[in-house]
C-alpha cells in the first residue's frame, strides 16, 4: 500500500460493521475500534457476526485494531479491581484473536499524586502479563504514549514521557509488544515528536495515531488547526523506514475524508 492507503481512522465504538462498511466506499483499508460499549462489546461477538465481519474486511483489504479504554486504570492493584483488570485485557485480546485484528492498543494506567513507583511496578507486571498472554494468542499489543495532565491535576497518565516509555519497553522486550506512537501526545511533552523518534524504536509502532493541538493541552484538533508540523512528521517517519497504518482520531467522517485530501497534497 502506499502513504495514504495506509491512512485510517479511529471508529470508536460504532457499529464495526457500519465503520467497515464506510470505508469500503471511501477505500480506507484500516480501522481502530474501542469493545467497551453498545454494539461492539466484547461479549457481543457470535461466531456468525465474526464470520460476516472477516468476511468484509477480506474482501475491502481493510485491517483492524481493538482499543482498549485508557481510562480503564492498567497500574492498579487493589484487591478484587486488579483482578478485572486482568480480565479485561485478556477479553480484549481474545476479541482480537477471533477477528484476526492487526493488534490491540494497550496503556500504562494513571496514578494519583502518589504511589507513583507501586503504580509503576504495577503497570508493568501487568503488561508483562498481558503480552504472555497474547503471545499464546498470535496477538500484537500496541503500547500508547498517553497525554501529559495540567500540573494541578489529580490523575495523570503513566507512559506519558520518553522515560516512562522506556520503563516499559525495555522491560517487555516480546515482538508482540510494540508501540502504538500518539503524536498529538508527545507534542505535549519538552521532547516533542521529535524526541520520541529519536529515542524509541521506530521498528516497534504498529501504529501511528493522529491528531492536532497546540503543545499545552491534550484536545483532539484538526490538522492545521495547530501546531503539528504533519508533512515534516510524515516524512520523518517514513525515511525512519515506517511502513505501517496511521490513525485519525480527530473529528467527524467528513473531516477524515478532508484530511485525506489534506495529506494527499503532502505528496509523500
Known sequence: MDFIERIGYDSGAARLEESLAFAAEHGIH?????????????????????????????????TVTVHTASAVNV????PHVSDGVDAYLRGNID?????????VVVHAGMHFS???????AAARERLM?????????????????????????????????????????DAITS?????????????????????????????????????DNTGEVEIHM????GNIDFPATFRRLESAGYQGYYT???GSLDDKLAALDLFRSYGI
Request: aromatic share 12%; proline share 4%; charged share 25%.
Open 248 to 250: 485519525m482520531a480527530f
Open 75 to 78: 497500574a492498579e492493584f487493589a
Open 95 to 103: 476479541l482480537a484473536r477471533r477477528i484476526t485484528a492487526h493488534g
Open 114 to 120: 502518589s504511589a507513583f513507583d507501586e503504580r509503576m
Open 222 to 225: 484538526l490538522p492545521g488547526q
Open 30 to 62: 484500516y480501522l481502530d475500534f474501542s469493545a467497551d460499549t453498545g454494539p461492539n462489546r466484547v461479549d457481543n461477538w457470535p461466531d456468525d457476526r465474526l464470520r460476516a465481519v472477516r468476511s468484509v474486511m477480506d474482501d475491502h483489504e481493510i
Open 129 to 169: 502479563r498481558a503480552t504472555d498472554y497474547a503471545e499464546n494468542s498470535g496477538v500484537n499489543l500496541f503500547f500508547e504514549n498517553l497525554n501529559r495532565e495540567p500540573d494541578s491535576a489529580e490523575v495523570h497518565y503513566l507512559g506519558h514521557t520518553v522515560e516512562e516509555c522506556r520503563y516499559f519497553f
Open 175 to 211: 515482538e508482540r509488544f510494540g508501540w502504538a506512537f500518539t503524536v498529538n501526545h508527545a507534542n505535549l511533552v519538552p521532547e516533542g515528536i521529535g524526541g520520541f523518534i529519536d529515542s524509541l524504536d521506530v521498528n516497534r509502532i504498529g501504529e501511528v495515531r493522529l491528531a
